[in-house]
């Protein structure tokens, strides 16, 4: 795999090589899986109260989440998953998209006889909380999208990771992958070289309150962030200052009482 493949993947996580001392993603007491979809997708659940779906991004698992978890399993039922083809959640097939994530998570919460969650989502998550509200309105109560895109190119993610990004595709894109890792960790890749592809008039279809977040930093343009935020019906937008892609990890304090002043706002 060459150097520049590799640190893209870790650049598309949002997490930086961080040392996280935690069981979260790796926790037998809270783990499960669930069969859905033609896959098993793996979920740990915290707490108890209403339920609170948790979903990372490219890259990433139920780790990306140790600083909130904690946080909102007091008031919550925190259901954090590994999304398909990522962590636990394994998937041999060829093809990947945000729907095929947004229709896992609105059938997973079906099977745990949830009729809606409210919803936090990171990087690739929050593309999948803004489309699981616009396919499955009825899954969702309240959502949070932080740095979030609706399309890949340099006018949604800055610049230089988008050249990043076409350098690693153009490099890599006529190889033969043998091993199983790397055949997942190119396609989890390619997802964001080519995906999402929302367009803004399609936000007006979410219905629900939704706070939009970015990093005044962020990899994501604030322009883009703040168009989204404008497209949403029922919309707040926060940009944080002083802070990059990583919101709930780098503000983590910030970011939980935030979003739970948020989610308990009437």
């Known amino acids: 795999m060459k150097l520049s493949f590799a640190v ?3 650049l598309l996580s949002g997490i930086v090589a961080r040392a996280q001392n935690t069981a979260y993603g ?3 007491a809270a783990g499960h899986y669930q069969s859905v979809r033609g896959i098993r997708l793996y979920y740990e659940v915290y707490g108890k109260g209403k339920p609170l779906l948790l979903i990372h991004g ?5 780790q990306s989440f140790h600083k909130n978890i904690p946080f909102f399993a007091q008031q919550y039922r925190v259901i954090a998953v590994d999304s398909r083809a990522h962590g636990k959640s394994v998937d041999r097939s060829d093809s ?3 729907e095929m994530m947004a229709d896992d998570f609105a059938e997973l919460l079906t099977k745990l006889k949830v009729d809606s969650a409210y919803v936090i989502g990171w990087s690739d998550g929050g593309i999948n909380a803004l489309l699981l509200a616009m396919r499955h309105p009825e899954k969702v109560k309240k ?3 932080t740095g979030a895109n609706l399309w890949p190119d340099s006018t ?3 610049p230089s990771l988008w050249q990043q990004m076409q350098k690693g595709y153009q490099e890599n894109k006529t190889r033969q992958f043998t091993d199983a890792k790397e055949r997942n960790d190119w396609k989890v890749f390619t997802l964001d070289v080519f995906q999402p592809n929302i367009s803004l008039k399609a936000l007006q279809s979410i219905k629900v309150p939704s706070l939009i977040v970015a990093g005044d930093r962020d990899v994501i343009t604030t322009e883009h962030t703040v168009a989204i935020a404008r497209h949403i019906p029922k919309s707040w937008l926060w940009i944080i200052p002083n802070c990059g892609h990583a919101t709930l990890i780098d503000r983590a304090d910030e970011f939980n009482r935030k979003t739970e002043e948020f989610f308990r706002a009437k």
């Open 143 to 145: 959502l949070v999208a």
């Open 26 to 28: 790796n926790n037998p």
């Open 58 to 62: 490219n890259g990433g698992t139920i």
């Open 96 to 98: 990947l998209s945000f």
């Open 156 to 158: 949604a993610l800055v």
């Open 8 to 10: 893209l993947v870790l």
